[in-house]
C-alpha cells in the first residue's frame, strides 16, 4: 500500500466515530468498572483491566494497520514484550537477535532467564546463525529491523521462512518503522510489538506498548496474560494513542525526509567514522530493507571517533532533546551507552558495535537544515 493510501486509513482505522453520538473521536471512558444488569451473565464489559472501550478502539486500530486480527494496548513497550514473552514457559528457548532494545535484553537476561526461558542471541543478518541456534526446545524467533541502535537489517520474509519450516513462531519488534513504513505480520510474522511511546504517540507525552497477532489461537494466548498479568494501557493514554496514529503519515514521511539528508550530510563530516541508516547505498542492509520496508526511517545513528567527542558534542547542540526515546516531533538526541543500552553490560555493547562514540538521533519536525546547522556547529565547537 502507498503512503497516501496508507495515510488515509491511519485516519480511519477502527472505530473513527463514536457510533451513539457520532462524535470524531472516541470518548475518555475513565472508568473501573460498569453496571451489570444480570449478575449471573455479565455484559459485554465487567472491570476496567479486562475491557475498556476507549483501550479497545486502539486495540482495533492497530490490528487493520499491522494487518492482524488482534491488537493488544499495554501499559509500556517493555510491558508489551513481557507479556508476549509470557506465553512462553520455564524449558522452553528462544533465538534472539544480538542487536536489541536494552531493555529487551535486560527481561530475558535478568528476569525471564531466572523462571527458565533460554535464550541464544544471534547476528539475525545472517540466516546461517540462526537457523544454526534453533534446538528441539527453540519456541520463537524474536528479532528487530531495524535494529537497535546500530539499524542492523534482518530479512524479515527469510526468518518467516525457517521459523515456518521449524515450527516456530517469529516475532519481531516494529517500533523504529511503525505500520506506516513496514508490516511485518504482511511479511510471514505471526506477532508484533512496539512500543508506541514512540513514532505512534509521537509527541512525547505518553508511555504505551502495543501488540498485534495474525492468528486467534495467539491472540487468545495473549488476551490472557493481558486480562491476568493486567499490564494493560489505561484509557487517557489510549486515548493520546489513537490521536497519535492519526498523525502518524504526515509526521513520519517528513521526518523520513529529513533523516535521509541529514544522514548524507553526516557522511560529508570529517568528525564522524560511520553513518547507520537503512536507505543508504552503502548501508550493508539497504536492499533487503528497501524490499521489506517504505523508506529507511526517521533514526540515524553516528559514531565519533571517541567519548569526550560525542559527549561534548551532545552538550553543544541547541535543537535536539539530549534524552532517552525517540520518535518525538522534536529530534532527540540519545547516547545508547548510557541510555537505551546501560542495561546491557559494557563488553556485551562492544561485541555488537555499540562504542562510546555512537551517538543515536531520532529526527523530529524541525527543518533539516536547521538541524544540520545545528549538528555543523556543535561538532565545529573547539570542544570537538
Known sequence: MKHDDFQTKLVHAGPDREPRTGASSIPIYQVSTYHQNDPEHLGRYDYGRSDNPTREAL?????????????????SGMAATSSVLMIFQAGDHLVVGEDIYGGTYRILTAVFKRWGLETTFVDSTDLEQVRAAITPKTKAIFVETPSNPTLKITDLPAVAEIAQERGLLA??????MSPLLQRPLE???DI????????????SDLIAGLAVVKDAKIGQRIRHVQNAFGA?????DSWLTLRGLKTLGVRLIRQQESA?????????RPEVKKVYYPALEN????????????GGGAVV?????SKEIAVKMMKAVKLPLVAVSLGGVESILSYPATMSHAAMPAPERAARGITDGLVRLSVGLEAAQDLIADLGQALDSPEC
Not at 548501508?283 to 517504505?294: E, F, I, M, S
Open 260 to 268: 535521509g539528508a541529514i544522514a548524507s550530510w553526516l557522511q560529508t
Open 301 to 305: 545513528s553516528f559514531e565519533l571517533a
Open 232 to 236: 494493560i494501557l489505561g484509557p487517557q
Open 59 to 75: 486495540e482495533q486500530a492497530i490490528a487493520e494497520l499491522e494487518g492482524g486480527v488482534r491488537g493488544f494496548a499495554f501499559a
Open 283 to 294: 548501508h550493508p542492509g539497504c536492499k533487503v530493507h528497501l524490499r521489506q520496508a517504505a
Open 192 to 203: 508484533v510489538v512496539h512500543s508506541a511511546t514512540k513514532f505512534i504517540g509521537g509527541h
Open 171 to 176: 516475532i519481531t519488534d516494529n517500533t523504529f
Open 187 to 189: 511479511l510471514g510474522f
